[in-house]
């Protein structure tokens, strides 16, 4: 595995080079340049929240709010640049995002910095394009990185029904710094087998340092399959994902997750949605499996300006006082 890792990472590498030497030896030439068009870009969610599970008040919270720019510096080279004031779960101010790219061509461009990792359909989705309130439970418990994203160079590009995205990073999650060698591997590809239907593969394979085993270093492996069809009234997606943990010594965990969400265009103002959902967190014992099933609604006041409600009833098979939960969101988008 060390040996695939240092030839993707020496092909990005050299993509990379070769795309930054290309942009220098064209920067003298007007005609590769446009005026820079920036577009101040942000959100926030303000939520009600009332979970059935005993001792959890209910009550008002600002769940996120971002801020920022992104835009065009030439006709080539993007940034995006989003801090974020209030992020989940401490509510504390962090870097969203920081990267900067360079198309060389539809089936190359060059992303370096900070940025949603390509693992999945609502992994490397701004969230405020989720039909539901919040992602599914096994995105999120299956997922390995802070906000989703990592630090790293990432080359992706699409031609025709073939699209892909391949990053190498850190693997240590936002705002940390690289701890461990080879860096991780992740990456996804897709097809569009009509025009509204895509299937794709991912692949993540890395490493991390277990809680309390500082100086014991483990590999860890996550695939998925996805499916998504926008359609109109009719629209689905759905995913399979799977995750193995080496633990210190010669043990493992295997985890594995899923969702299935539906949704109906009722007016070009309301949706109403529906989500299957479950989550393993180790396969090899009995009686751990959590189960939900949401349903909701989403108004449209303008563009992605919305008010959202959605109740999820809830199963943990470990925990029989795990209750339902219903949010009532408003979704502000600048």
């Not at 920036?38 to 009600?48: D, E």
């Amino acid at each position: 595995m060390k040996s695939k890792q240092t030839v993707i990472t020496i092909f990005l590498t050299l993509f990379f080079v070769t795309g930054t030497a290309s942009l220098y030896a064209q920067s003298n030439s007007s005609e590769n340049h446009s005026n820079p068009s920036y577009n101040i870009r942000g959100f926030v969610q303000q939520q009600f929240v009332d979970d059935r599970t005993p001792g959890v008040p209910a009550g008002f919270s600002i769940y996120r709010a971002r801020i920022g720019i992104a835009g065009n510096i030439t006709d080539q080279l993007s940034i995006n640049l989003i801090g974020g004031f209030v992020e989940p779960p401490q509510r504390t101010p962090r870097l969203v995002n920081a990267s900067i790219d360079y198309r060389i061509h539809d089936l190359l461009t060059i992303r370096a910095g900070q940025f949603l990792l390509p693992f999945g359909l609502e992994g490397p989705e701004v969230i405020t394009f989720n039909p539901a309130i919040e992602r599914s439970m096994a995105t999120r418990r299956l997922n390995t990185f802070n906000m989703f994203r990592d630090i790293g160079v990432q080359a992706s590009g699409s031609r025709s029904r073939f699209n892909y995205a391949v990053a190498i990073i850190n693997g240590t999650g936002a705002n940390q710094t690289a701890q461990m060698n080879p860096k991780d591997l992740i990456g996804r590809a897709g097809i569009q087998l009509t025009h509204n239907l895509e299937i794709g593969i991912s692949g993540h394979s890395g490493k991390y340092l277990p809680a309390g085993n500082p100086d014991s270093e483990q590999s860890r492996n996550r695939a998925g399959l996805d499916i998504h069809y926008d359609g109109n009234p009719v629209f689905f997606r759905g995913e399979l994902i799977t995750r193995k943990d080496n633990l210190p010594g010669s043990e493992s965990v295997t985890m594995n997750g899923g969702y299935l969400l539906a949704g109906l265009h009722v007016t070009d103002r309301i949706e109403t949605i529906a989500r299957y959902e479950y989550f393993t967190p180790n396969n090899d014992l009995d009686d751990n499996r959590l189960t939900g099933y949401t349903i909701g609604a989403n108004y449209y006041l303008t563009g992605r300006n919305r008010f959202s409600i959605n109740y999820e009833i809830r199963d943990n098979e470990q925990n029989s006082e795990f209750g339902n939960l219903l949010t009532f969101q408003l979704q502000v988008v600048l």
